[in-house]
């Protein structure tokens, strides 16, 4: 086996990267004038924060050499023909996806206010954003390593454990036949693919996945001024908006990641679309107009420990609770007296030709600015920060360096002082820029806790423990609760517990199940109504 010649392999796609680019015009005469490769007159290139110097400073860069690295994707372990084979398996994906994007900036441009695509569309533009978060680099930096004992993340254990069952030779080898598997996924309506994937696939990453497909709703955005903008980061596609926490370890002094719930997470399509992924567990007018679905939406709730706004309130408690958006309509329900049903005559099978209309929503400055603030407060680890219009970027910066730290700026945990550091680079941007004022944030003191190898290791169970669950019965996913309900007759332990109402996976760290279990007041026969009411609600969506 022989290693191949270095290849630039963008994490970005660059069909994303170029709906931020513009015509390369350099400043004076050119001719005679020598030009880099990229940066041609015309060339595409983008305008960008190079966030990996300091003091930080504004370039433009040429779409195919930002946002990637070299051999990215490469499998030094594999003989020379398959090394890139991913890579290879990215771009096909890549190519079909672009259509589907294209299609939604088409309507944008065209100004209509819908994008219809089939369930074939919607299914894979879901793989493609879970692959946009999974592919970055900071997995290939958590993955990449020669040997199992260099992998040293939260769950490094089951990491270990699973390339000893599958004889597998390296963490990267993991990450890269699971990206392989998820993009040769075929996602039939059935969801017998979530079988295919737990047997292929490390089974943490795998549960995450099918979490990020069907517990949260897409909806697109776009801002509702002609002035506003969104940005792009290296990391923009894996940040999420909701609760986030850390604690110190009261024996080692070592700062850990506890708990977290995503309510939001987000992927820029350009200057003027966003797409945003929202949590199920917020309210919904027409399906929660039918009781069962209302209740199955409260266990899901208190599953996952979801902040509500108040003791017995409905409302979740988030930055972006109020973000004006909705679910998809699709052909194949009506609306009856405000609540959804199913059109007489309907099949109750889901079907690949199923049609859906996705909304563009205006959303005002407020709320751009926002979901501009949450990215910025998670750019510490990037080495960009895309945006087009200066005077776009200057008012967001600012905006964000001085709104109230309810929104973020809270500097915590172990990534306290890299996150400072960040700061101060944004703020010296942001006086380049022309902004005067001054930069609020806020210091927090680390909650101690005791027993934290205790507590690391309960979670080890839980994970294990989840997987053994969901291996146990795939083919009846939801009955198997229901038959589990009837053997048991018994409220659920920290170690037996279902996965149904989890919601998400960290990007950067091992899923902290703990911060969604299932709540020990749960009866397994409860949770099994709450599963069947999910069904009721997954015919309509």
């Not at 771009?91 to 065209?110: T, V």
């Not at 299914?123 to 997995?139: Q, S, V």
């Not at 609540?339 to 209309?357: H, I, S, V, W």
């Not at 291996?471 to 996913?477: E, I, Q, S, T, V």
Request: hydrophobic content about 35%; overall charge positive; charged content about 25%.
């Amino acid at each position: 086996m022989t290693s191949q010649s270095p290849q630039y392999q963008h994490f970005v796609p660059q069909f994303l990267l170029r709906n931020f680019s513009h015509p390369y015009k350099p400043d004076g005469p050119t001719k005679g004038r020598k030009f880099q490769k990229g940066m041609f007159p015309k060339d595409k290139v983008v305008r960008h924060v190079d966030f990996a110097v300091d003091p930080p400073v504004i370039r433009e860069s040429p779409v195919n050499r930002i946002l990637g690295l070299f051999n990215m994707y490469d499998n030094p372990n594999k003989p020379t023909a398959l090394q890139r084979e991913v890579e290879i398996l990215f771009s096909k994906l890549e190519d079909q996806a672009s259509q589907i994007f294209r299609k939604i900036s088409k309507a944008f441009e065209q100004k209509s206010t819908v994008v219809s695509m089939s369930r074939a569309e919607r299914d894979l533009m879901r793989k493609f954003l879970f692959l946009l978060m999974y592919r970055n680099r900071g997995f290939h930096t958590r993955f990449n390593h020669v040997t199992p004992d260099g992998y040293n993340e939260d769950d490094k254990e089951l990491v270990r454990e699973y390339m000893r069952k599958n004889n597998i030779i390296t963490p990267l080898d993991v990450w890269l036949d699971g990206i392989k598997t998820i993009i040769e996924l075929p996602m039939d309506p059935e969801k017998k693919w979530l079988g295919v994937l737990m047997g292929k696939m490390y089974p943490q990453d795998a549960m995450w996945f099918w979490l990020h497909v069907e517990f949260s709703y897409m909806a697109i955005l776009t801002p509702a001024e002609d002035g506003d903008e969104f940005i792009l980061t290296d990391n923009a596609y894996a940040i999420f908006e909701g609760p986030n926490t850390s604690a110190l370890d009261a024996e080692t002094q070592e700062v850990i990641d506890t708990e977290y719930l995503p309510l939001h997470t987000f992927a820029p399509i350009s200057p003027k679309l966003l797409i945003v992924l929202r949590a199920d567990i917020f309210p919904d007018p027409l399906e929660d107009a039918d009781e069962r679905v209302r209740e199955a939406r409260k266990l899901r709730r208190l599953a996952c420990r979801a902040p509500l706004e108040s003791p017995g309130s409905e409302k979740v408690r988030s930055l972006l609770a109020d973000l004006p958006i909705s679910k998809a309509r699709n052909n194949y329900t009506v609306i009856v007296d405000s609540r959804l049903e199913l059109k007489a005559g309907q099949p109750p099978k889901r079907r690949q030709t199923d049609r859906f209309d996705f909304t563009i929503f205006p959303v005002k400055q407020n709320h751009v600015n926002m979901i501009n603030g949450i990215i910025l407060d998670s750019c510490a680890p990037c080495t960009s920060i895309v945006f087009e219009s200066r005077d776009a970027f200057a008012r967001t910066l600012e905006w964000y360096l001085t709104a109230p730290c309810s929104m973020g700026k809270v500097l915590g945990g172990k990534h306290r002082e890299i996150r400072r550091r960040a700061l101060f680079k944004l703020e010296a941007i942001s006086r380049a820029l022309g902004s005067q004022k001054e930069t609020k944030w806020v210091d927090v003191e680390e909650v101690v806790m005791d027993n934290v190898e205790q507590w690391r290791a309960e979670n080890l169970d839980k994970q294990r423990n989840l997987v053994r669950l969901m291996n146990a019965d795939l083919d009846g996913l939801y009955e198997g609760v229901h038959r589990q309900a009837n053997k048991y007759g018994r409220p659920f332990s920290s170690k037996s517990y279902g996965p149904y109402f989890l919601l998400g996976k960290s990007s950067m760290t091992t899923l902290y199940w703990s911060t969604l279990t299932v709540s020990n007041k749960l009866s397994h026969t409860q949770v099994a109504h709450g599963i069947q009411q999910r069904r009721t609600l997954h015919r309509l969506t």
